[in-house]
DNA sequence: AGTGAAACTCCCGGATT
DNA sequence: AATCCGGGAGTTTCACT
């Protein structure tokens, strides 16, 4: 089990690639005092590992015209079928987010519709088939920070240079 | 103004560069049966908009060990300083949403912390200091589900050319 | 693991329709 | 707006360290 897979210069790397999946791989490489083949390597390796999931243009919602956001609190009749109703949720594409979580409800998911009606519309025709029993809904009225987790202060974990033993 | 800027060459090329930010643009273009250039414009023109708000790699929390992920209601002590408390939060890259929002909260955020420890350590020393008067979390076991929003899927970009007229 | 060079592909501007 | 084109740049593989 590898516990620090990470070192200064996948931290770096990951940095400036999470900022900006179009930056030349040779941009990286000189900001990192590396060559081109080496982030090439790296971040293959990345990906092996799952550290890196992929990468994505980041659309607005707003924008494409998604201008409700939502999150909803859930508590299913049989909660025991969460795991289904999780595959049925993944083919609903409005549905960004689903977590299990503390809190009392069943489930958590956020939600993105056109407008309210449109939402209502989803809850109601998507939603409530699923089996809910009752739900709480949180609207956005503004989303003021919305980002990925910042590696800026991450090499806190180890200062010295190791060597990533696995296998 | 404008309400219908996406045409079904934008749709297609979205949902393409939203699924990968690498995929080379001149394989877009393949994909849509124009020319590279016709995608470079596309793109710029997209971003322009606002529409593309930027592209990333996608880290996963987790493998980087952020294993715990939690929403919190916050009621500020003084909510009318709403804006200052957000550039507040800014600043403290575990706190990667933050909303305005309908059902009582002043605000609504999402944090990722190394553990639950860690996620304590944050509330007290961080977030208390801004002036909370108090809060609820909810701690997110396991992420089902964590993507993007994603587009309808699109007809083949025929001969048939909508006309976007705007401006 | 990282390097450097080679072969391949892509990017992106300008001119054209 | 889209097309074609071409020089400059980036990507990726591989033998070598």
Redesign the interface.
Known sequence: MAKQV?DSLDRHI?KL??????IPFLEVARACNVSGAAIHQRVAKLTN?????????????E??G?ET?A?MGLFLKEPEKFDQV?EE??KI???????????G?D???KI?AVNNHHLLEIIHDKLQPLGLSRS???????????????????QQ?SDEEDETTEE
């Open positions: 990470l990951l690639i999470s900022q900006d999946a179009r590992l799952g550290i890196i999931k992929g990468s994505q243009f980041v659309i607005d919602p924008k494409i998604y956001c999150y999780v949720l993944k594409p409005e549905v960004v987010e689903c977590h299990y979580t503390t809190g409800f489930m958590f998911i993105y709480e809904t949180i609207i956005s009225f503004n989303a003021a920070i919305d980002r990925q987790l910042s590696l800026k202060d991450i974990v």
